[in-house]
């Protein structure tokens, strides 16, 4: 027999020579096979099942190793896709409390800048009414003098120079 005859084949030829076999007269599904070829079929087909059965093994264990590194993969692919999407609303929860906090900082500043401005003005209105009447108060106090040298003058007899000139 060929050696390099897969069992399939083996098993194929031994079912030919089965289903081709004389039947047996009065037998009743009874045939006459060669018994010398198909001991030798069924010989190589159990020499060759170890190594079949072997390689079937080491094709279902590469199958599973596959697929369990497959779904190790997929495992770790969906753990960082989850990190990054959990990281991505992190950092856009962030963002959103940095701008919040920014915008209540800028209107805080608007309304004391406001606020300041007000109390400036205010500093400034008070001044400037009390300069008005210290300023008032001076004058009112140098027309007061000037109005009692006047008549301290006259009771003197004392002209003003420009009278005297002429």
Do not use: H
């Amino acid at each position: 027999m060929n050696e390099n005859q897969g069992i399939l084949e083996l098993i194929e030829m031994l079912y030919t020579m089965i289903s081709d076999a004389w039947g047996v007269p009065l037998g009743q599904d009874k045939c006459l096979v060669d018994r010398e070829k198909a001991l030798d079929l069924i010989e190589e087909i159990k020499a060759q099942l170890p190594a079949e059965m072997a390689e079937a093994k080491r094709l279902v264990s590469a199958r599973d190793e596959f697929i369990r590194n497959a779904k190790k993969e997929a495992e770790s692919v969906r753990k960082m896709a989850e990190d990054r999407a959990r990281k991505m609303v992190e950092e856009q929860e962030v963002v959103r409390a940095a701008q919040a906090r920014a915008e209540e900082l800028v209107a805080n500043a608007d309304n004391k800048s406001r606020e300041l401005r007000r109390a400036a003005n205010e500093y400034v209105a008070e001044s400037l009414q009390s300069a008005e009447e210290s300023v008032t108060q001076a004058l009112e106090l140098i027309r007061k003098s000037r109005g009692r040298f006047r008549s301290a003058a006259g009771s003197m007899n004392l002209q003003p120079k420009e009278q005297r000139q002429q």
